[in-house]
């Protein structure tokens, strides 16, 4: 048996029995620092609840603690002490869990991807624990490659979207390792990428083959990036009318400044994002007498946040 693994620290148990006097003293003196988080007090507290058992037998089975314990308290905050373990990198943590029973489900892989701590990944899995496409597409959406490729080189199952996560929150290596790797893309990796501001994303979907339509170019003016609309606009992206909505949408002087400049389709229809009386001249100080068709009315210009 290899007590590292299944015998919580000693060095830890005694950290916790302090009380706050004797913790303020502790730092005061050139002493290694503790990493106690939640999921070292929860496992704390299920030990002590587990002595408190008048049943209780030393040389019994290690894996009904988390049972006998939750017996007398029957308390919610243990039933996730895994998945709180693994988003705090803690693996001694998560293995001694799962020593004394304590479940696990696709929650804990999830957040070992999100937190980026691969080793908490690789244990999870190779001892069993479920995962879904919230593994995979948490690994894509908080930039942690290297939890990205263990999971889908492993199996792990993955959404259509993926590649439109990574874009969307700016995490190009993500996408380069999705792209290389022949995952799926369309137009809304482009739209999301525009929206959120992520050029280099935007950039390196496009000069790859993704395809964008006017979408992206009223994506960037709804986010207010005039980089994104400039880029999408110089390399060939179409826009209409969308562009100026979302100009609106974002209330993006420069936005709707440059496309009107560079000739964006202005066609009669309504709008209630603008300046109120439907005119686009107000917000246009370079083109006060460009007799703008947008008139008075109400349509509802909706626009997702993501």
């Known amino acids: 048996m290899n007590n590292n693994r299944t015998v919580p620290s000693l060095f830890?148990?005694?950290?916790?029995?302090?009380n706050q006097d004797q913790l303020n003293s502790y730092y005061m003196l050139n002493v290694?620092?503790?990493?106690?988080?939640?999921?070292?007090?929860?496992?704390?507290e299920l030990l002590?609840?587990?002595?408190?058992?008048?049943h209780f037998n030393q040389f019994g089975e290690r894996r009904m603690m988390y049972d006998k314990a939750q017996a007398i308290a029957n308390d919610v905050k243990f039933e996730n002490i895994c998945e709180i373990a693994v988003s705090h990198g803690h693996i001694q943590c998560l293995m001694f869990a799962r020593d004394i029973?304590?479940?696990?489900?696709?929650?804990?892989?999830?957040?070992?991807?999100?937190?980026?701590?691969?080793?908490?990944?690789?244990?999870?899995?190779?001892?069993?624990c479920p995962w879904d496409v919230s593994t995979t597409t948490s690994a894509a959406m908080f930039g942690n490659?290297?939890?990205?490729?263990?999971?889908?080189?492993?199996?792990?199952?993955?959404?259509f979207l993926i590649c439109a996560e990574a874009a969307k929150y700016g995490h190009l290596d993500c996408l380069q390792y999705?792209?290389?790797?022949?995952?799926?893309?369309?137009?809304?990796?482009?739209?999301?990428?525009?929206?959120?501001?992520?050029?280099?994303?935007?950039?390196?979907?496009?000069?790859?083959?993704?395809?964008?339509?006017?979408?992206?170019?009223?994506a960037s003016a709804a986010g207010g990036f005039i980089e994104c609309l400039m880029y999408a606009h110089q390399n060939g992206c179409e826009w209409d009318q969308l562009t100026f909505c979302g100009a609106f949408y974002s209330?993006?002087?420069?936005?709707?400044?440059?496309?009107?400049?560079?000739?964006?389709?202005?066609?009669?229809?309504?709008?209630?994002?603008?300046?109120?009386?439907?005119?686009m001249d107000c917000q246009l100080p370079s083109a006060p007498n460009h007799h703008c068709h947008w008139k008075n009315g109400k349509i509802k210009i909706i626009f997702y946040h993501q």
């Open 12 to 18: 830890m148990s005694a950290y916790y029995a302090c």
């Open 178 to 218: 999705l792209h290389e790797h022949d995952f799926p893309w369309d137009s809304w990796t482009c739209t999301i990428a525009a929206y959120r501001g992520q050029l280099e994303c935007l950039k390196y979907a496009h000069q790859n083959g993704c395809i964008w339509n006017k979408w992206t170019c009223c």
């Open 251 to 279: 209330n993006n002087q420069e936005c709707m400044q440059y496309a009107w400049d560079n000739g964006c389709p202005c066609e009669p229809m309504t709008c209630s994002e603008g300046p109120g009386d439907g005119r």
């Open 32 to 44: 290694p620092f503790v990493d106690m988080q939640l999921c070292c007090c929860l496992l704390s």
């Open 48 to 54: 002590k609840l587990n002595s408190k058992n008048e």
């Open 101 to 128: 029973g304590c479940p696990w489900n696709v929650s804990t892989t999830a957040a070992a991807a999100t937190a980026g701590h691969l080793d908490c990944l690789v244990y999870a899995h190779e001892n069993g």
């Open 145 to 159: 490659l290297n939890c990205l490729r263990y999971a889908i080189e492993n199996g792990c199952p993955w959404e």
